[in-house]
């Protein structure tokens, strides 16, 4: 306890200081992990989300061969073309919805880093 009392302004000031510091160090780690935790998950969702567009194009793209075929010849070649662009987009559209739904559920802003800076700011209102 009497070294507490020991030591010099300029030794306490170089105390706090370097625990300011660490404190800071530590919330740049937690929101660093934090946002590496976010962007983990956002990975699934973000690809449903690109494979349901992509088939979404083929869909389309499959839509207007089956139009094509379907003013070029009365022959059900057309058919089976729209009956498979019908379904890809059936599953595009499932896909797409699928990943949006995923994407919602991802926080983009990091909470613990903002809960934790919340508690250091209290603390060192009442340290003053």
Not at 22 to 34: D, M, W
Not at 75 to 100: K, S
Request: aromatic share 4%; net charge positive; glycine share 10%.
């Amino acid at each position: 306890m009497s070294e507490l009392h020991d030591r010099s302004v300029p030794e306490v000031l170089t105390s706090i200081v370097g625990n300011v510091q660490e404190i800071c160090r530590s919330e740049l780690r937690l929101a660093k992990t934090e946002l590496k935790e976010e962007l983990s998950a956002a990975m699934k969702p973000v690809a449903a989300f690109g494979a349901g567009l992509l088939l979404a194009g083929y869909a389309g793209g499959l839509g207007l061969l089956a139009l094509v075929f379907g003013l070029a010849t009365v022959l059900p070649t057309w058919g089976a073309a729209l009956l498979v662009a019908v379904v890809t987009a059936a599953v595009g559209a499932f896909l797409i919805a699928r990943g949006r739904k995923g994407l919602m559920q991802v926080q983009a802003i990091p909470q613990a880093t903002i809960a934790s800076l919340k508690e250091n700011l209290r603390w060192a209102k009442q340290a003053k």
